[in-house]
T-cell receptor, first 116, second 111 residues
Framework: DTGVSQDPRHKITKRGQNVTFRCDPI?????LYWYRQTLGQGPEFLTY????????KSRLLSDRFSAERPKGSFSTLEIQRTEQGDSAMYLC??????????????FGQGTRLTVV | GDSVTQMEGPVTLSEEAFLTINCTYT??????LFWYVQYPGEGLQLLLK?????DKGSNKGFEATYRKETTSFHLEKGSVQVSDSAVYFC??????????FGSGTKLNVKP
């Protein structure tokens, strides 16, 4: 297994355009997270899925953001009508939840979005 | 709500110096605690973890002990190397929910 994969690694877009990012988690992992990280800050929670169900979405997330995990495997994060404030590193992580303990998450290398 | 507070950086040390990065937390339930490391341009890598009080997590010479009485999980290493230069994040997770991260501490190790 190659770990969590994110695509693209870098994206430059003009303000107002839509962008979509993809995340492929570790194959047997049933939970998938999206976080956003800006320079000098820790990762900020966006949303997470258990299999295909979206269990929580951050209140900080505007309606321009949407995420899906249609078959409980890969996930996409779409940002509509991008703004300069959306410029950040978008991190995806996955974990295997068995209910026994709070397990660790494995992170991808991230997608760096720059809105110009 | 749950939160993590860690010491601000940057921390600059000479090679072979002793490292401590402080981390304290607030949590409901019984959290697991983690240290992640991030190298420039990369995602986060798990460094170590502890799942219950008094557990000690260790990896690559780094250690941290889960102290419930002081709600702390300080990261230590006896002798740092230049290759340890990175940003370190303390994190917690409780009730099988999302992770909460601290703001990160940048470590610079000089030869």
């Amino acid at each position: 297994d190659t770990g969590v994969s994110q695509d693209p690694r870098h994206k430059i877009t003009k303000r107002g355009q839509n962008v979509t990012f993809r995340c492929d988690p570790i194959s047997e992992h049933n939970r998938l997270y999206w976080y956003r990280q800006t320079l000098g800050q820790g990762p900020e929670f966006l949303t997470y899925f258990q299999n295909e169900a979206q269990l929580e979405k951050s209140r900080l997330l505007s309606d321009r953001f949407s995420a899906e995990r249609p078959k409980g495997s890969f996930s996409t994060l779409e940002i509509q009508r991008t703004e300069q404030g959306d410029s950040a590193m978008y991190l995806c992580a996955s974990s295997l939840e068995t209910g026994g303990m709070n397990t660790e998450a494995f992170f991808g290398q991230g997608t760096r979005l720059t809105v110009v | 709500g749950d939160s993590v507070t860690q010491m601000e950086g940057p921390v600059t040390l000479s090679e072979e110096a002793f490292l401590t990065i402080n981390c304290t937390y607030t949590a409901t339930g019984y959290p697991s605690l983690f240290w992640y490391v991030q190298y420039p341009g990369e995602g986060l890598q798990l460094l170590l973890k502890a799942t219950k009080a008094d557990d000690k997590g260790s990896n690559k010479g780094f250690e941290a002990t889960y102290r419930k009485e002081t709600t702390s999980f300080h990261l230590e290493k006896g002798s740092v190397q230049v290759s340890d230069s990175a940003v370190y994040f303390c994190a917690l997770r409780s009730n099988f929910n999302k992770f909460y991260f601290g703001s990160g501490t940048k470590l610079n190790v000089k030869p």
